[in-house]
T-cell receptor
Framework: AQSVTQLGSHVSVSEGALVLLRCNYS??????LFWYVQYPNQGLQLLLK??????LVKGINGFEAEFKKSETSFHLTKPSAHMSDAAEYFC????????????FGQGTTLQVKP | DSGVTQTPKHLITATGQRVTLRCSPR?????VYWYQQSLDQGLQFLIQ???????AKGNILERFSAQQFPDLHSELNLSSLELGDSALYFC????????????FGQGTRLTVV
């Protein structure tokens, strides 16, 4: 079965430090990959997505992610954390032929310390 | 603002009752998806409609049903509610499926008491 694993339900970094949120997927077919962010009491907002082409994807708010097929990974990074980055982050996949429904990971809560 | 509107924002109801959650997709989006977010199950896909027709079904209970109307708004009906149905229910819309971005509403928080 297709699934998404986010390593670490909580990640804490200091302001200005590197942010690294990990995501691995299991699939026998090439996926489309997404990172969404959820701020408290809000819906999900797309940060970035990988469909085809360049494996390093840049998104909003300075985030980027790299698709590594050999590692079945799509880790999210940001060079320097801001306090405003504190939120919950979800990795998700969809697949050609599955109508666009998203399969989500369990989410990672990012805490940014001053 | 994603352009997806969900009403109501909060709903408190008793066990055994029935509720209807409403979603208005972004203008021009034909696909509507419903997701349930709970602490124990995370974000789970429930059901998708495309231009008025059911397109895909996920982990949706038989007590739950949905429909999409000619004006493309969608309703999720939850009946015989149980305490475990308490969750945040999201609607998302997209132009078409697969690799296009899905825009999420702010959700309806359902509390069953």
């Amino acid at each position: 079965a297709q699934s998404v694993t986010q390593l670490g339900s909580h990640v804490s970094v200091s302001e200005g430090a590197l942010v690294l949120l990990r995501c691995n997927y299991s699939s026998s077919v090439p996926p489309y990959l997404f990172w969404y962010v959820q701020y408290p009491n809000q819906g999900l907002q797309l940060l970035l997505k990988y469909t085809t082409g360049a494996t390093l994807v840049k998104g909003i708010n300075g985030f980027e992610a790299e698709f590594k097929k050999s590692e079945t990974s799509f880790h999210l990074t940001k060079p320097s954390a801001h306090m405003s980055d504190a939120a919950e982050y979800f990795c998700a996949v969809s697949y050609s032929g599955n109508t666009g429904k998203l399969i989500f990971g369990q989410g990672t809560t990012l805490q940014v310390k001053p | 603002d994603s352009g997806v509107t969900q009403t109501p924002k909060h709903l408190i109801t008793a066990t055994g009752q029935r509720v209807t959650l409403r979603c208005s997709p972004r203008s021009g989006d034909l696909s509507v998806y419903w997701y349930q977010q709970s602490l124990d199950q995370g974000l789970q896909f429930l059901i998708q409609y495309y231009n008025g027709e059911e397109r895909a079904k996920g982990n949706i209970l038989e007590r739950f049903s949905a429909q999409q109307f000619p004006d493309l708004h969608s309703e999720l009906n939850l009946s015989s509610l149980e305490l475990g149905d308490s969750a945040l229910y999201f609607c998302a819309s997209s132009v078409v499926g697969v690799n296009t971005e899905a825009f999420f509403g702010q959700g309806t928080r359902l509390t069953v008491v």
